[in-house]
């Protein structure tokens, strides 16, 4: 099913938008069939309710759609796309009761009911079509559908499928399809080209390790998203248990969002020169694998003791962000599915971030919220440095004592970026079904960042 809006001037019905304390106010204003269907049927205007209302020739002219309570909505997001995924097929077009300021989000969210992950088994997306409400920027709403349906089949493959160079095959469309430039460098050449911390993580596997680089744009803020490509992490000699590894064909989250990111800004024609870095690995066990105790020196130059080779994506990440401070960039962006200390703080739903830029850090608040891509700040506490500095290297990839471990990966790559810096540690996964969002890889932060990055930019 399309992700995008059916055109204005299709034959469309009528669908209100009814909160629970509207609902009486709404049926005095009906002619008193309408007004028995609807009680009859046991419609209250709660999230999740859609009602058509049948004509004389019993065929929906009409429906509505539970928006709840400004309550029950603060525990929701997308509760107009619980209403979509139950009305019947056919062409909708909003009468009243959206408030415009959450359009926007409402809009996406009804798109995104038409998403499913059908590479392997047919699916059955909702039917229900939406034309534009008025006021909405429907192309922008259409790319970010865009961008997140492409984010979702990402993280949705297994890595079987999603290995390094399906992940470069991937970069490369995107690139094709905007007018950017895609290049890698894969395999030894990673080591002639000093990126010798991607090689070591990646050189047990079968797939050749590689840097995926994309570019777009000559003038404008210089922005480069860098994104945790781990296409499937095993734990590496560290071996993690079954049940831990059950999710990680998603370990290259970080990546899928990135470019979900990367295709909102070029589909949208941001005034900006863009670079993506991606370092795509699978994190395998062999012969030749990374070993705990193993001393890496990193593209800048620092050295890093291996204690666990399972914290391996902040080794990949510290050179792609070394490269990208030599760029001179306006603002470096780094998203990856890093640590379950994220999890443990925030949970599957929220995308902790960090800044060191106040400004940046309320841009992005506040545009989360207008998104409904709910991100939280987490601190670049420097009293935690020590625990990153083991006694015979200049940094340690696993300190110990189970504390604050989000923020001491976090710490750990800043070491490797001077430029202005905000890193994300996602979950990119929907734990269970939600309306507009499947089970399965999701985006984490990104709408929020299309809308936060004409501040934080200046454009």
């Known amino acids: 099913m399309p992700l995008s809006f059916v055109p204005a001037d299709a034959d469309a019905l ?3 938008v009814i909160e629970q304390a509207a609902l009486e106010g709404w049926l005095q204003d009906q002619p008193a069939p309408v007004a028995a269907w609807v009680k009859a049927s046991g419609f209250t205007g709660a999230i999740g309710q859609a009602l058509p209302i049948p004509g004389e020739a019993g065929a929906p002219v009409m429906a509505l759609a539970g928006y709840g309570s400004a309550q029950t909505r603060a525990r929701k997001r997308f509760v ?54 008025a006021g909405v920027d ?69 797939r050749a390790p590689r840097l995926i680089e994309l570019r777009r744009g000559e003038s404008g803020p210089k922005l480069t998203l860098v994104g945790k490509g781990v296409c499937f ?24 969002n990135v470019l979900g990111l990367a295709r909102m800004i070029m589909a949208l024609d941001l005034p900006v020169q863009l ?36 914290a391996e994506g902040r080794l990949v990440l510290a050179d792609a962000l070394a490269l990208a401070d030599e760029g001179e960039p306006d603002l470096v962006i ?25 400004s940046a850090a309320q841009a992005l608040a506040e545009a989360a919220a207008g998104a409904a891509d709910p991100v939280w700040r987490m601190p670049f506490h420097p009293p935690y440095e020590e625990m990153i500095e083991p006694g015979i290297a200049d940094l340690d990839n696993a300190p110990g004592g189970g504390f604050a471990g989000s923020i001491t990966a976090a710490l750990f790559l800043r070491r490797f970026v001077d430029a202005r810096y905000m890193h994300f540690d996602i979950y990119g996964w929907q734990p269970v079904k939600a309306p507009g969002r499947p089970k399965g890889g999701v985006g984490q932060g990104p709408r929020a960042l299309l809308a936060a990055l004409p501040r934080m930019l200046n454009l």
């Not at 105790?293 to 130059?301: A, E, F, N």
């Not at 780094?334 to 106040?358: H, N």
Request: net charge negative; hydrophobic share 45%; proline share 7%.
């Open 80 to 133: 107009l796309a619980a209403a979509a995924e139950k009305l019947p097929e056919g062409i909708w077009r909003i009468a009243s009761g959206l408030p415009a300021a959450q359009a926007e989000a409402e809009c996406f969210g009804w798109l995104m009911t038409g998403y499913a992950f059908d590479r392997y088994k047919g699916q059955s997306p909702a039917k229900a079509r939406l034309v534009a409400p």
């Open 275 to 310: 670079r993506v870095l991606i370092p795509a690995v699978e994190n395998a066990v062999s012969g030749n694998a990374l070993r705990p105790g193993d001393i890496l020196t990193s593209r800048k130059g620092l050295t890093v003791e291996i204690n666990n080779t399972d």
């Open 14 to 16: 009528p669908l209100h």
């Open 138 to 206: 429907a192309p922008r709403i259409e790319a970010m559908a865009a961008a997140e349906a492409l984010t979702r089949d990402l993280i949705n493959t297994p890595a079987q499928d999603m290995g390094p160079d399906a992940l470069q095959a991937a970069v490369e469309a995107l690139a094709d399809e905007f007018g950017a430039t895609c290049t890698a460098i894969v395999g030894d050449d990673l080591l002639s080209h000093d990126f010798p911390m991607i090689h070591a993580v990646g050189r047990a596997a079968a």
């Open 334 to 358: 780094s998203m990856a599915t890093l640590t379950g200390a994220a999890r443990v703080a925030v949970g599957p739903d929220l995308a902790p971030f960090y800044s060191d830029d106040d």
């Open 233 to 256: 992490d095993t734990g590496g000699l560290n071996l993690k248990p079954g049940n831990s590894m059950a999710l990680m064909k998603k370990d290259m989250g970080g990546a899928a």
